[in-house]
């Protein structure tokens, strides 16, 4: 940790980072380290888990994929990782600062008709749901409507699915809260 | 209403949008019984925070729980007899980059139903997509020392993802990468060796 904070501060000498920049990073690293210091209190084995940093989502066509994660959700691409075959799209948080990415891929084997299901495997993740703060009900369906789609569930927690009949759940926290199950 | 018109004339007046343009959504706004449909119907999307959870249905979502509990101390809420949720987290606390008080922790729901149910709609067709694995941030992160506390919990086939992600498979056969907070979208831009998910 010293030896990071060294760096910080050389980068802020040097006109690296300015003021802002270093005093988030220097705040994050403190709360990722008493994330951790926290963990080792808490049990001898095991990770504390901050977050889900990204998701791998196999498709027949990603740029289709990109293209409604985009619109729908406002996930952005993030452009220098667009390679032909994938596409990175980020929402919540800053990355590294909590943010979020889905990798929308599609591997040749599945744009030649394969599943992208590996063998042996029993699970599977059959849904995502993604928090939308601020939620409004009637802007919520309308949004979705203006979009096309085909909404179902409840108020505070609505299904649609994506262009590959992925199902993908929208909720306020009131509805979706682990704690309040 | 009123906010929604004074953005809309400042693009506008910016050139970000053209007159007819500017007409055209004020026209559609006026005629909407209000604005938030208006405001809906042009907006680009909605903006989600965060995953508010992930829905892992295996036959044994006891045996599933269990497993990720004990690799990321994980505590189990609101059982039932079918499934069983594990949030990111204690009660009260906050997902790292929110500010927000409507944006619970991020949880995991594991669950056992029949395959043909585990989607919505079993009319529908099947999906032709698949999340192939999540990769999970953790804190303070080392591959060296997290390959050796995967072993020392007995789980079997870790394998390295880079400096700073290893894989492993759950006791159903998911994948699950286990980062440091350093993997980002962005990371390997210039430089694929520093990005945990090379593939």
Redesign the interface.
Known sequence: MERFIADLVQGLDSGRLNRREFCETVALAAAVYGAGEAAQAQASRGFKVIGINHMSYTCPDYLKARDWYGSVLNMKSEQTRDDGNRANMMFGPEQGKGGTFLVARTPKSVASGASGIKPGVEAVIDHVCYTVPNWDEARVRATLKAKGLEVSGRDGSLHVFDPFNYDVQLASAAEENAFKR | MEGFVAKHVDDYQHGKINRRRLIEILTFAATTA?A??A???E?????????????????DYRR?ADWYS?????DQ??ATNRDV?????K?GEK????A????????IICRTRP?ET????ST?????????????????FDRDR?KA?LT??GVKNVRDGGPYSVYVD?P????I???G??????C???DRAGCG?KR
Do not use: M, W
């Not at chain 2, 099947?126 to 999970?136: E, G, R």
């Open positions: 209000y938030g449909k405001a809906a119907a907006s680009s999307g909605l903006d989600v925070a965060l995953v508010n959870h992930v829905s892992y249905t295996c036959p599933a004990k690799v990321f101390n994980l809420v609101g949720a594990l949030p990111f987290g009660k997902p790292l980059g929110i927000a008080n409507d944006v619970p922790l991020t949880h395959q585990a989607t919505r709609a529908r067709p099947k999906p032709t997509a698949v999340i192939d694995h999540i990769a999970l941030t953790v804190a303070d997290a506390e020392a919990l759950d159903f056969g998911y994948e990468q286990i980062t907070i350093g993997v980002t979208a962005v390997g831009a210039g998910d």
